[in-house]
């Protein structure tokens, strides 16, 4: 008796082994983020921004520029993705001014800001597979059209009470109304409890349409830095 015991919970133990090994597994759950068809979420671009061109009227450098986008990413396949997205970015150039003698030093304290809405439409290539646990790579290649809100032209002070400098001058007649841009990226998307990725990417846009109006020059909008990426 003592024997049958022994055998039924060896056999009952067996089959409770045997019952975990083939459950079939639940479809809905996603062991990565990866894994997800849809993606959704909000990139901040920390960017530096200049004009390039053949013919400038003017010496520009390149000045720091944020922005802010919701977007949204298909993938059809592992490897393969669509993105479109809407947002603020801010692009424009620092300009470079030969300082007068007894005057306050106004080299490079001049700012040309464009305040654009931006709509960014790409394909996405991401390695199928992690090189690491919960980390892949990942490149996109789009177009972004641009409608520019405004251009302003702000001199910044350092010195208090210097009368030429703190004034913001609205100069968006000298400007472009709209642009298409060519627009890459590259960089690590990090899994985040299977549910979130995390995107730290390069990101460089280039302008085709001139942003002067006619009979100042020939120059194009140009951004390169970081975008930082959350999505769900």
Not at 146 to 168: G, M, Q
Request: proline fraction near 5%.
């Amino acid at each position: 008796m003592k024997l049958l015991k022994i055998v039924a919970c060896i056999m009952l133990i067996f089959g409770e082994v045997c019952a975990q090994d083939f459950v079939k597994p639940n479809d809905g759950i996603k062991s990565s983020a990866f894994e997800k068809k849809f993606l959704w979420g909000f990139t901040f671009t920390q960017s530096w921004s200049t004009i390039k061109g053949s013919s400038l009227p003017k010496n520009y450098f390149t000045k720091a520029s944020v922005g802010l986008q919701i977007s949204a990413e298909y993938y059809p396949l592992n490897f393969l993705g669509f993105s479109l997205g809407a947002g603020y970015q801010q692009r424009g150039a620092g300009i470079k001014n030969i300082p007068t003698p007894g005057t306050p030093d106004s080299t490079y304290r001049e700012r040309l800001r464009f305040n654009s809405f931006e709509f960014p439409i790409a394909v996405i290539l991401r390695t199928p597979k992690d090189l690491v646990k919960g980390l892949r790579l990942s490149g996109s290649l789009g177009i972004v059209p641009i409608i520019n809100r405004n251009a302003r032209d702000t001199k910044i002070s350092l010195e208090p009470n210097v009368a030429d400098l703190d004034k913001t001058v609205d100069v968006s007649p000298n400007y472009f109304k709209s642009d298409l841009a060519f627009q890459f990226t590259f960089g690590p998307e990090i899994d985040m409890a299977g549910s979130q990725v995390i995107k730290i990417q390069f990101y460089y846009s280039q302008g085709t349409t001139n942003v002067f109006t006619a009979g100042q020059g020939t120059g194009h909008n140009q951004n390169a830095g970081i975008r930082f990426g959350w999505m769900f």
